[in-house]
């Protein structure tokens, strides 16, 4: 009972995020709209934490669960991928590493420069 | 037999079954190919094909699971909400940390993929492959890429990330706790915050919490262009 309430409020959330995605007057996913909501009511102590706890911990905990459909959906465009498979592997290797050494030294940057503020 | 397959039951039973079985098998031996996602889509692949059964039937239990994305995606909000006291401390390089690695993301694999030679399309695909699984299918859905493809990017990144990060960290010697939670978080979302927790408490919480954040830059850079 105490899960079907919570997934209950969540499903609400993300219905409301669908209503207000729908009249934004650009796009932007219901998804994330629904997660910056659920974050404002969080924030802002109107929906308690408690309140969607396990409901929560279970989709975070097998949150790749959900992604099996969609990522079986591949074998509609097996050809496509056999084509590029050494492509979007280096791509995705090359870009990882550089990806990488950008946000690691632009936070060690930035924690410089505001101490050297500070002093 | 098409009675059965053709039964939405039939893809929620084959999809539970098998990410049960890789949850198993990853308790036995933890081991790259039991990593649940890779591991329940290969075998699902090869059942479906060995067995001669339509990705439609498939789908139409497949597409219930589906449906939850969306409620996967609010509740990372819980995620962050719960790491808020790192991020008030920290906030400023955290964000500058997350901007700066998924502008680089975004220009390295367009120039990447300019310079091999891939179409328009594929670049789409390819591009939100550094954030986690919601938005990417949400940012791939949006600029007009694949999205079963992304998926599939994002888990190469991940698994890229999962294997190398060690050796980056070593071998640059990347010791600042805070950079090396938001660069892991950053560059290879969920299993960088795996890599991470090795790394300490610090470090997880800023991985996670830089995976989320590198996922809302990358979907208003999206709303911004698009």
Not at chain 1, 3 to 22: D, N, P, R, T
Not at chain 2, 71 to 91: D, E, F, H, K, Q
Not at chain 2, 102 to 114: D, F, K, Q, W
Not at chain 2, 144 to 152: D, N, R, V
């Amino acid at each position: 009972m105490k899960v079907i309430c919570q997934l209950g409020i969540i499903f609400g959330i993300c219905l409301a995020g669908e209503g207000i995605s729908a009249v934004l007057p650009f796009t932007c996913p219901s998804g994330i709209v629904s997660m910056l909501l659920l974050f404002f009511l969080l924030i802002c102590g109107l929906l308690k934490e408690e309140k969607i706890k396990e409901a929560g911990d279970f989709l975070l905990d097998n949150m790749a669960f959900f992604y099996i459909p969609v990522s079986v959906g591949m074998l509609e465009y097996f050809d496509i991928i056999r084509q590029h498979v050494v492509k979007i592997l280096l791509i995705c290797l090359l870009s990882f590493v550089l990806t990488l050494i950008s946000s690691y030294y632009t936070v060690v940057f930035v924690r410089r420069l505001m101490k050297g503020g500070a002093d | 037999m098409k009675e059965i397959t053709s039964s939405p039951m039939f893809g929620l039973t084959l999809t539970c079954v098998v990410y049960a079985m890789a949850g198993a098998l990853k308790k036995k031996k933890d081991s790259l190919f039991f990593n649940p996602l890779v591991f329940s889509l290969v075998s699902i692949c090869l059942f479906l094909s060995v067995a001669n059964i339509s990705l439609e039937d498939y789908q139409k239990g497949g597409n219930l699971i589906h449906v939850m994305l969306s409620p996967v995606t609010c509740i990372l909000a819980m995620m962050v909400y719960r790491r808020i006291g790192s991020l008030r401390r920290n906030w400023l390089p955290v964000a500058a940390g997350c901007a700066a690695g998924t502008v680089t993301a975004i220009v390295s694999t367009v120039v990447l993929c300019r310079v091999l030679g891939m179409e328009e399309q594929m670049t789409m695909t390819i591009l939100p492959k550094s954030v986690t699984g919601p938005f990417a299918i949400a940012v791939s859905e949006m600029i007009g890429g694949i999205p079963s493809i992304t998926i599939a990017c994002v888990s190469i990144t991940g698994i890229t990330g999962l294997l190398l990060s060690p050796y980056l960290i070593r071998f640059l010697k990347l010791s600042d706790p805070v950079a090396a939670g938001v660069s892991l978080g950053t560059s290879c979302h969920a299993l960088g915050t795996v890599r991470a927790l090795e790394l300490g408490e610090e470090q997880a919480a800023m991985a996670s919490l830089s995976m989320c954040l590198s996922g809302i830059i990358l979907v208003g850079i999206a709303v911004l262009l698009y």
